[in-house]
């Protein structure tokens, strides 16, 4: 060892008091593009559970009715289409789906909402301005208010249902491109015209 060898050394021992290696242990970990163990449907319960928690919202369908709402949702069916799966009323679907902030772009795409949310006048008073149904207006106002409480949670529920059902097929793709790659780089190179 040359001086300046040994100078480094000394003051690497005095450093780590006195210690002549220092080591860090390692855990053996795996990458996962999928962070939490539970299944989709044990983390859309939980979401359910939670909103159930924070909203009270009632309704006379199972946590697994529900789901199924959410996931015909994020596959593009109707209301009436879920309902039909399910067993039950559209109605029925449309109120799970504003108690889980799961608003559509149809629900009210010919209608400003917050024009209808800002007025005091009565549904049939809207109706007969606007020329359409009291029903339709009661509907306007309730997507409005489903809206007002989804932006008032800073959209925290709709963001998770995206997550769960909007992005998983992205990110199943996105594992089967994964091990693919892995596959194709490890047979690059070999020769794969064998007889046997």
Known sequence: MDEKTEELRDIFTSVTDGEDTVTESQEDTRGSLEQDERTVEERLEAVITQMHDRYGFETDLSDEELI?????????????????????????????????????????????????????????????????????????????????????????????????????DISDRMATDVREDGLEDATEGMETDVSF
Do not use: P, Q, W
């Not at 809207?126 to 008032?152: F, H, M, N, P, Q």
């Open 68 to 168: 199924a709402v959410a996931e015909g949702f994020y596959d593009g069916e109707s209301d009436a289409e879920i309902a039909d799966s399910i067993g039950i009323d559209a109605e029925t679907v449309f109120d799970a789906r504003l108690a889980m902030h799961l608003i559509g772009e149809d629900d009210a795409d010919e209608v400003d909402l917050a024009v209808i949310r800002a007025r005091e006048e009565s549904d049939a008073e809207l109706a007969e301005r606007y020329g359409v149904d009291t029903a339709d207006i009661s509907r306007y106002r309730r997507v409005a208010d489903a809206k007002d409480e989804s932006r008032a949670a800073n959209d925290r529920y709709r963001d998770e249902f995206d997550s769960l059902l909007g992005d998983s």
